[in-house]
């Protein structure tokens, strides 16, 4: 009796074994039978949404795309193009989590593969700022305008409807790269009242702005336009250190692209001296480029330390 009910016991924990694995493939069957987002059998959102979920996005990527035209140089800008690079991501990743209306169908997945390749342009815009190849916004802007990424959004977006709008006009028109410059001698920063006198020889391929600064504040700058040379007078007795920096399209107040930012490592001192006959003071000369007889170094200066 005892071998019976042994018998038995395991007979019952066969069956419940075989419910079990029965209770199981039935869960794996109904999982696999049902409606995933995105998947061809989910039901399509109203054409309604559908436009709403694009107005969405539009004024998104406006948003982010406006960031980048409002932040500084350098590597703030870098970061704020890093962050439309994720944002535009992230918005081609959600809209493959919605299923269009079906006349919509074609052109989102255009919309996502041109939101795909816009963000992958974009990381690489961000490569550029951080090179200094593109160092302030206008010339970012001009830059993303451009991009085939932004070319295929502009295709794509015209035939999504009404909302389609929405996202062309969040992107920047196309626009050449802005090449602005001041004329050659141009006093940026007037020196005051002075004897002294500075000469900048410049190298043929970029423009320069050479400025004097003491503790760090900026006293005289002048422009130097590419292959010319520029002079500044007025300028005050005192020592100075000697900053320029150099690149292309002068906004004003920095280049915008190929930006470098250098001092030489010696002090530049200006000095007057009065007699009853005769006034001496100080002219000196400086030279933007390596030269044979020169006795100062130049040295790169990280551009948050440029006297401004």
């Given at each position: 009796m005892t071998t019976s009910r042994g018998n038995v016991r395991l007979l019952a924990i066969r069956r419940l074994t075989s419910r079990l694995a029965t209770a199981v493939i039935c869960g794996i069957m109904v999982a696999a039978c049902a409606t995933l987002p995105g998947s061809l059998h989910a039901t399509p959102i109203s054409p309604e949404a559908y436009q709403n979920e694009l107005r969405a996005d539009g004024n998104a990527l406006k948003a982010t795309l406006d960031g980048i035209g409002a932040a500084p140089p350098l590597e703030p800008l870098a970061s704020q193009v890093d962050s439309a690079a994720s944002a535009v991501r992230a918005a081609a990743q959600r809209l493959t989590t919605i299923v269009p209306p079906t006349q919509y169908a074609a052109a989102q997945a255009n919309l996502v593969s041109a939101l795909d390749q816009l963000a992958s342009q974009?990381?690489?815009?961000?490569?550029?700022?951080?090179?200094?190849?593109?160092c302030a916004a206008p010339s970012v802007m001009a830059t993303l305008s451009s991009l085939p990424g932004a070319d295929a959004l502009r295709q794509a977006a015209p035939t999504l409807g009404p909302a389609g709008a929405d996202l062309t006009a969040a992107l920047p028109a196309p626009e050449p790269l802005p090449d602005r410059h001041e004329h050659n001698g141009t006093v940026l920063r007037a020196p005051g009242s002075?004897?002294?006198?500075?000469?900048?020889?410049?190298?043929?391929?970029?423009?320069?702005?050479?400025?004097?600064?003491?503790?760090?504040?900026?006293?005289?700058?002048?422009y130097v336009a590419r292959g010319e040379t520029a002079q500044m007078a007025n300028i005050p007795d005192g020592t100075y250190d000697v900053f320029f920096t150099s690149g292309a399209d002068w906004d004003g107040g920095e280049f915008t692209r190929s930006c470098t930012f250098q001092r030489f490592d010696k002090t530049a001192t200006f000095a007057t001296t009065e007699t009853q006959n005769r006034i001496t003071y100080t002219k000196l000369t400086v030279i933007l480029y390596p030269a044979p007889n020169g006795n100062a170094r130049v040295v790169d200066v990280p551009p948050d330390s440029f006297p401004k």
């Open positions: 974009l990381s690489g815009v961000r490569a550029q700022v951080q090179s200094r190849e593109l002075g004897r002294g006198e500075i000469a900048a020889e410049n190298v043929p391929d970029h423009d320069s702005a050479v400025t004097l600064s003491q503790d760090g504040r900026v006293v005289a700058s002048f």
